[in-house]
Every structure is written in structure tokens, then in C-alpha cells.
């Protein structure tokens, strides 16, 4: 079998473009994981610092949730490369398997005024 420096140069390529292509998507994949992790860590500070804050489910961009989205989205489009252009809605055809998502953080009750009833007291 006989080949020649072109033929090579094509193959040589080629891998190096697959291979590439793959670390971009697996070092997106973990930038991503970790702005997730920021993300919470900077929420549950803020939570420490103001307990009154209002929780993050009803948020309408939450970062944790969008980076651990987009690190899904990586990690799913390494052997498909177009998916990383087309945000499409996990389990669609095109889309990323559903995955359960993190759990919303449990809500903490505020204690009843403790001076007896008064007008407006909820």
C-alpha cells in the first residue's frame, strides 16, 4: 500500500481538526461547570448575608441553571459538532437528553411575631 505526502496531509488534518474541535468542547464543558460552581457559591453567600432574599426558583435567569444547561450542551455535541451552534430544547431530536435539573433550595419559614396579635400580622 502506497500513499502519498498528500494523502497524508489530508488524514493528518482531519484528526487534528477532530481532535481540536473535541478539547474545545470538553474545555467549554468544564469553564462552564465551573461559573456553575461560582455561581452557587456566590449565591449561598448572598443567602447567608440577607436571609429575606427572594429565592432563586423564581428568578428569571438563573446562572447555576443556564451554565449547568450549557455544560450539558458541550458534553453532549462532542461526536456532533452542529449542535454546538443550535440551542435546541433538551429532548428534542436534536436536543440534549433530559436530565433532571438541581433540586430548588428548600425555602426557610420566618417565626411568628412573638408581641401577640395585632392588626396585620400575617
Not at 59 to 67: A, G, K, Q, S, T
Not at 94 to 100: F, N
Request: net charge positive; hydrophobic share 45%.
Amino acid at each position: 500500500m502506497r500513499f502519498s505526502l498528500r494523502t497524508l496531509m489530508i488524514v493528518m488534518s482531519v484528526a487534528c481538526l477532530f481532535f481540536g474541535w473535541n478539547a474545545f468542547l470538553r474545555r467549554m464543558a468544564a469553564y462552564h461547570r465551573a461559573k456553575e460552581n461560582e455561581a452557587e457559591a456566590a449565591y449561598r453567600q448572598l443567602v447567608s448575608e440577607h436571609p429575606g432574599i427572594v429565592p432563586r426558583v423564581f428568578w428569571e435567569h438563573d446562572p447555576v441553571l443556564h451554565h449547568a444547561n450549557r455544560a450539558r450542551d458541550f458534553d453532549h455535541a462532542l461526536l456532533r459538532p452542529w449542535l454546538v451552534f443550535v440551542h435546541c430544547k433538551p429532548g428534542s431530536i436534536l436536543g440534549a437528553p433530559i436530565q433532571p435539573g438541581p433540586r430548588p433550595p428548600i425555602v426557610k419559614r420566618l417565626s411568628l411575631r412573638d408581641d401577640g396579635p395585632q392588626v396585620g400580622d400575617y
